[in-house]
């Protein structure tokens, strides 16, 4: 799914308006009707306090017409409307008076902070104060109201986006931004739904189509993409009946140092289980018998050293090198990888210490085989390439990483962002149950397991993040957050594919 700006949206608003031959009203009351659908949906009528904050812009106008349908359901429906501003946008004006026709009273106008009502607990408040138009941050008593319903233990719904986020900026320190438990957002994600400094405002999100114009939405260049079953399912490749273990080509597993064998297990264990052909590994002496006992179907090479990798052959008719998991960054491990690098002709996956190696020695950087995936966590990518002020000068120093490395960087995190030229992924599976130990190893695998049968390796990072998440979805529902371990998410990988491949999808989460 496409991710756009705000000034796309706007575009888009106006291209559909004019192609539909609609008034800006009536793709108003569209939208608007898709969230009240949703919360009739929901709620089925129930008598709970409905308590709607509009603001006086065209987010408010939506507030306005999600009042009225509500009303006439014979919800129990309260309006307030933020007045900060004389400046009312003529689709809030005409939805205005529509409420005042139906309830025969205008609704509460709340100018300062002695205005404020009373919010209780069990009140089902609609934030649709400010949305993709937020230009500025919120003072004053906006800013003050904006706090006061977050300390409210009331639910809050953000309608489009949570009021104070920008769509294109990362808040200030002591910003008011509202703290949505849910977002109902139209027609397309924003990016900052995303970020990690940002995605707490928006709480669980779901998109509403509401019929914008497909032709513009289509040709469209997005600022990123959002990677989801469909997108996933686009880019599987169903297993030839005639084939062989030879088609699903050989994955070469480098890594390990004595106490982290484990990690050399769990991408080895990942990449078999996504259906690479065969896997090798080679590790230092010290983890020949855990990896041929722990997992029989791997063939094990063994470098001369006991405790950690010195001399890396590289004569192995590999299709793919994931080096890097528990590699440590000895002298003579770096000499090695170096001489690897140099060497390879092969496709590469780099985790953990292999990218510790890169950031430390950064001469390495040069050999690196075009196209090589990354799959730094945060810390990781901080070493490789310094210090970001927010999330979206990361975005940009990233970007422009990859541009002079011609590589493909995998950020890990509770949104795994994929970047490869000037294109993001945004993957959409997951869940704080993969935040324990091991679980990047398993990615690592699953990327090299699929560049292995023949993905590209920017398909095989994009449909790998999103399996691993699903596997460990599937996890989390089999033993909950807490009691999964990233070994489960190995295993579940299969449990991914057929999800993949079956009608219904498991483990949705609620973007
Ligand atoms: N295709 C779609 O997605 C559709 C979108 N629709 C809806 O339209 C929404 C966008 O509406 P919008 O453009 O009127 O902007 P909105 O967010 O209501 O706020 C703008 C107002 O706020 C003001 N203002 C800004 N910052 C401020 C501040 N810090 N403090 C105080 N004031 C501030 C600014 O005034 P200014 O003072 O800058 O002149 C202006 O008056 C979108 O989110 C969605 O809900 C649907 O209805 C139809 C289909
Ligand atoms: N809260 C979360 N939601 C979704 N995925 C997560 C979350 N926390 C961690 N993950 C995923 O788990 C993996 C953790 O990788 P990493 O930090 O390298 O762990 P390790 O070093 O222990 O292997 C990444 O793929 C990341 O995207
Ligand atoms: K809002």
């Not at 003072?139 to 006061?148: D, R, T």
């Not at 809050?156 to 109902?184: C, Q, R, Y």
């Not at 032709?215 to 297993?239: H, M, V, W």
């Amino acid at each position: 799914m496409k991710i756009l700006t705000a000034s796309q949206i706007k575009e888009a608003d106006e291209i559909t308006i004019k192609n539909q031959n609609i008034s800006s009203e009536d793709l108003m009351e569209r939208a608007a009707t898709q969230v009240f659908n949703e919360i009739h949906k929901r709620l089925q009528g129930a008598d709970l306090p409905v308590k709607i904050f509009c603001g006086i812009g065209n987010n408010g106008g939506d507030g306005l017409v999600i009042a009225r349908l509500l009303m006439e359901h014979s919800y129990n429906v309260k309006v307030f409307i933020v007045n900060y501003s004389d400046n009312r946008s003529p689709d809030f004006l005409s939805n205005y008076d529509k409420i005042k026709n139906l309830s025969h009273n205008w609704p509460e106008l709340l100018k300062g902070e002695d205005d404020f009502p009373e919010i209780n607990r069990g009140d089902f408040v609609i934030d649709a104060i400010f949305g993709i138009g937020l230009n500025r941050p919120l003072e004053g008593w906006v800013a003050k109201m904006v706090n006061f319903l977050n300390a409210s233990s009331a639910f809050i719904l953000a309608i489009d986006m949570p009021s104070g986020l920008f769509s294109d900026k990362i808040p200030e320190e002591g910003d008011a931004v509202i703290m949505a438990n849910f977002t109902l957002t139209f027609q397309t994600p924003k990016l900052v739904f995303f970020l990690p400094e940002t995605m707490e405002f928006v709480g669980d999100m779901q998109v509403l189509e509401i019929g914008l114009d497909r032709d513009f939405l289509s040709k469209i260049t997005p600022s990123a993409q959002l990677i989801g079953r469909q997108e996933a399912q686009n880019l599987y490749n169903p297993r030839n009946k005639n084939s062989h273990k030879g088609n699903y080509g050989h994955v070469l597993v480098a890594g390990g140092s004595y106490g982290k064998i484990g990690s050399i297990v769990l991408a080895t264990t990942a990449s078999l289980r996504t259906g690479a052909g065969l896997s090798t590994v080679f590790i230092p002496k010290c983890g020949y018998e855990i990896v041929q006992t722990a997992l029989p179907e791997a063939m094990v090479l063994t470098d001369a050293n006991y405790e950690m990798l010195t001399d890396i052959k590289t004569d192995l008719d590999a299709d793919v090198i994931c080096f890097g998991m528990g590699v440590g960054r000895d002298k003579s491990t770096v000499e090695t990888f170096k001489e690897l690098l140099k060497e390879t002709k092969k496709p590469m996956v780099i985790d953990a210490d292999g990218l510790n190696i890169l950031s430390e020695y950064n001469e390495l950087l040069q050999h690196l085989p075009e196209n090589t995936v990354l799959t730094p966590h945060p810390k990781e990518l901080q070493r490789l390439i310094g210090e970001w002020t927010d999330d979206f000068d990361k975005i940009r120093k990233v970007q422009e990483f990859i541009k002079k490395r011609k590589v493909i960087v995998v950020l890990k995190g509770a949104h795994t962002f994929i970047f490869e030229q000037e294109n993001i992924y945004i993957n959409n599976t997951g869940n704080p149950g993969m935040a324990t130990a091991g679980s990047g190893d398993v990615l690592s695998g699953v990327i090299a397991g699929l560049i292995s049968q023949k993905y590209e390796p920017l398909v095989a990072a994009v449909l790998g993040v999103y399996l691993h998440g699903k596997s460990g979805d599937i996890s989390a529902e089999k033993l909950g957050y807490e009691g999964m371990i990233s070994g489960d998410i190995a295993q579940n990988m299969g449990l991914a594919f057929s999800d993949l491949l079956s009608e219904k999808e498991n483990g949705a989460r609620a973007d």
